[in-house]
């Protein structure tokens, strides 16, 4: 079946510091990838997506490349930031057999960076 | 600009009561999802709506659950008999015509006493 197993957290990280968020994925086909982010207190929102392999997405500094042949799509950020604390959950849309933008989540990844 | 409205955002009920939320989706979005997050997971498909029709529903989603959509506009989700293990939060999306990207409105937390 489609599943999506992105790192455990936290994460704490100082200012400035570089990011990499995991996310590896099982699906049959070609599924399209996303990153979501959950601020404090707030509803997911979309950060960035990838419907091929070999893209990229890229959004507020961050990204991340679809990669067929690891089935991986991680997150990264040269210089993270206070106001990036968040939890960043990984998501798949399969390609067939079910309706489209039925995602399927990781369990999410929370990040604290320290100033 | 509104996003997707979810109504109460805390609900606390006791075993065996009805509860039903209710989502507002963004006006111009035709379809319209419902998932469950419970504490340290990531967020669960439950059903989804493509203007008023309930095209496709998880296992998840039990007989005690029943979702709607009249005149395609907002939704509820209702949930009778409760039980202990039907507290998480109750996640609804909008999305326009385009492929996979969700707008996500700030849940309904069910808490069952």
């Known amino acids: 079946g489609n599943s999506v197993t992105q790192m455990e957290g936290p994460v704490t990280l100082s200012e400035e510091a570089f990011l990499t968020i995991n996310c590896t994925y099982t699906a049959t086909g070609y599924p399209s990838l996303f990153w979501y982010v959950q601020y404090p207190g707030e509803g997911l929102q979309l950060l960035l997506k990838?419907?091929?392999?070999?893209d990229k997405g890229s959004n507020k500094g961050f990204e991340a490349t679809y990669r067929k042949e690891t089935t991986s799509f991680h997150l990264e950020k040269g210089s993270v930031q206070v106001s990036d604390s968040a939890v960043y959950f990984c998501a798949l849309s399969p390609s067939y057999g079910g309706s489209q933008g039925n995602l399927i989540f990781g369990k999410g990844t929370k990040l604290s960076v320290k100033p | 600009d509104t996003g997707v409205s979810q109504d109460p955002r805390h609900k606390i009920t006791k075993r065996g009561q009805n509860v039903t939320f209710r989502c507002d989706p963004i006006s111009e979005h035709n379809r319209l999802y419902w998932y469950r997050q419970t504490l340290g997971q990531g967020p669960e498909f439950l059903t989804y709506?493509?203007?008023?029709?309930?095209?496709?529903k998880s296992r998840l989603l039990s007989d005690r659950f029943s979702a709607e959509r009249p005149k395609g506009s907002f939704s509820t989700l209702e949930i009778q008999r409760t039980e202990q293990g039907d507290s998480a939060m109750y996640l609804c999306?909008?999305?326009?015509?385009?492929?996979?990207?969700?707008?996500f409105g700030e849940g309904s937390r069910l808490t069952v006493l």
């Open positions: 709506f493509q203007n008023e029709a309930q095209l496709e």
């Open positions: 999306a909008s999305s326009p015509r385009y492929y996979g990207e969700l707008f």
């Open positions: 990838a419907t091929k392999a070999d």
